[in-house]
């Protein structure tokens, strides 16, 4: 099985990055240098017209949104155990997955890329104000799910993979997030395994290959 991940530092890609190390996968990544839109080249929208990452390419066959690639992975290796067994946490831990997509995601865009949201002259510094404050709000309950456990669910998964790196994101902007004890010791112990160990030395090491070639 040839598996290849479209990547991109700081990106949501982060996650199946994780999952395929976790996994004990082979993979290698093509990696995408969004501040030169190279999503936006034709030659990746063929692989993937909406222009973004993850895209995941197994044996020649497309795979794009996160949420279906965190799937894929977890369904093609089940003795990595990513998905819980009990079938109510199955679907409860796809709920949290969708919600990083769909309920956090859109919020970390807005306060990175304000002038996706409004084009009117000035409106940068409220939008991005508001997409803050959408982020936030989100995290919170976020954090109460996490209190008194150390995972989303009886062991690491899918759902932490992808959840760390909306935190990370998250940290990366103007936010105040130092109540918010649960996520930020997530991050720590997510921060210790290997997998999200060898996700950061990769990330480094693509970010200066890009500036290199700028």
């Given at each position: 099985m040839h598996i290849t991940l479209a990547?991109?530092?700081?990106?949501?890609?982060?996650?199946?990055?994780?999952?395929?190390?976790?996994?004990?996968a082979t993979f290698e990544t093509r990696n995408i240098d969004m501040s030169r839109q190279q999503q936006l080249d034709p030659?990746?929208?063929?692989?993937?017209?909406?222009?973004?990452?993850p895209t995941l390419i197994?044996?020649?066959?497309?795979?794009?949104?996160?949420?279906?690639?965190?799937?894929?992975?977890?369904?093609?290796f089940p003795d990595a155990g990513l998905m819980p067994q009990?079938?109510?946490?199955?679907?409860?831990?796809?709920?949290?997955?969708?919600?990083?997509?769909?309920?956090?995601?859109?919020?970390?865009?807005?306060?990175?890329?304000?002038?996706?949201?409004?084009?009117?002259?000035g409106?940068?510094?409220?939008?991005?104000e508001l997409g803050g404050q959408g982020l936030r709000e989100q995290l919170v309950i976020a954090n109460d799910m996490l209190a008194g456990r150390d995972w989303f669910f009886e062991r690491f998964g899918c759902a932490d993979a992808y959840f760390y790196w909306c935190f990370r994101?998250?940290?990366?902007?103007?936010l105040?997030?130092?109540?918010?004890?649960?996520?930020?010791?997530?991050?720590?112990r997510m921060e210790q395994r290997p997998s999200v160990?060898?996700?950061?030395?990769?990330?480094?090491?693509v970010r200066a290959q890009f500036a290199k070639a700028a």
């Open positions: 990547y991109s530092p700081f990106a949501c890609s982060l996650a199946p990055y994780v999952l395929l190390t976790e996994a004990g030659d990746y929208l063929r692989l993937n017209p909406k222009g973004k990452v197994v044996d020649g066959q497309v795979l794009t949104e996160n949420v279906a690639i965190q799937l894929w992975i977890a369904r093609t009990d079938p109510m946490d199955h679907v409860r831990a796809i709920s949290v997955m969708a919600w990083c997509a769909s309920g956090i995601h859109p919020r970390i865009t807005q306060s990175a890329r304000p002038e996706r949201f409004c084009t009117l002259e409106s940068a510094d409220n939008v991005r994101r998250a940290g990366m902007f103007k105040d997030l130092s109540d918010l004890g649960h996520c930020a010791s997530h991050q720590q160990q060898a996700l950061l030395a990769h990330e480094a090491q």
